[in-house]
């Protein structure tokens, strides 16, 4: 199974951050988490940041050309006011789970609103990184229910 972990704006700040809300985990102390998780459960992570709406548009794209089975994203700022993410992850139809290390709940009026989530499968906030290993066990149960035999 083919996973794209996509990190949207700022991401790969983490560790400098705001690490009261983000935690201390740099963005390569993730990726290296993220794949010990996934080789552990025989999935094939690849992995994507950008601080640009349009190269994460690109790699949505290419995606489906490249026939990933499942994307975790998080949009970051994006996830607020971005209708071209959302439309590009409509349009690849392929299972996304978002995640979000902090609550977007509880932050900041504007931050509250999602206009990505309807076009996921599911939405985690507020797990910290661990919210990311989560969302890949939601694409490896999907995966394993649409198709129970292998």
């Known amino acids: 199974m083919k996973i794209e972990i996509i990190n949207g704006p700022n991401m790969n700040m983490l560790g400098i951050r705001e690490p009261s809300i983000y935690g201390s ?3 390569s102390d993730l990726c ?7 080789n552990e459960r025989g999935v094939e992570p690849h992995f ?3 601080n640009s709406e349009g190269g994460i548009i690109d790699r949505i794209h290419s995606c ?4 990933v089975d499942g994307i975790v994203i998080n949009p970051a700022a994006y996830t607020h006011y971005s209708y071209a993410i959302f439309d590009a992850l409509k349009t690849v139809s392929i299972p996304t789970v978002e995640v979000h290390i ?3 709940e509880k932050r900041e009026d504007f931050r509250k609103n999602s206009v ?8 985690i906030a507020g797990e910290g990184i661990n919210g990311y290993m989560h969302a890949i066990d939601i694409l490896v149960q999907k995966a394993d229910k649409d198709n129970p035999n292998g």
């Open 64 to 67: 489906y050309f490249e026939k």
């Open 102 to 104: 902090s609550d977007i």
């Open 32 to 38: 290296d988490m993220i794949k010990k998780y996934c």
């Open 48 to 50: 994507f940041q950008s």
């Open 116 to 123: 990505i989530t309807p076009a996921c499968v599911a939405r």
């Open 25 to 27: 985990t740099t963005y």
